[in-house]
């Protein structure tokens, strides 16, 4: 965000932060599908589509909170350089 300065840095985290919301309000809205209620991302996709799909999404799960984690810590490195 540092190329974008503060404007543009602030007006990418609130785009990025509306974008989020909005794509976990669709998916909260399926959260009760084919007359059951479904707790996790992973129950919902292992009903909606085969068993394995909750395998699947359990990995991609697990994948993106470590890359998420591990991407916030090296984002949060460079800025402190600049």
């Not at 976990?24 to 059951?36: M, V």
């Not at 996790?40 to 068993?51: E, K, M, N, Q």
């Amino acid at each position: 965000m540092v190329p974008l300065g503060w404007v543009g840095g602030v007006v990418g985290l609130i785009l990025a932060t509306a974008i989020s919301l909005y794509a976990n309000a669709l998916i909260a809205e399926l959260h009760e599908f084919g007359g059951k209620r479904h707790i996790r991302y992973r129950d919902l996709a292992g009903f909606i589509y085969v068993p394995k799909a909750y395998s699947l999404t359990w990995v991609l799960q697990c994948v993106k909170l470590f890359m998420i984690n591990v991407g916030y810590v090296i984002l949060a490195g460079q800025s402190l350089k600049v």
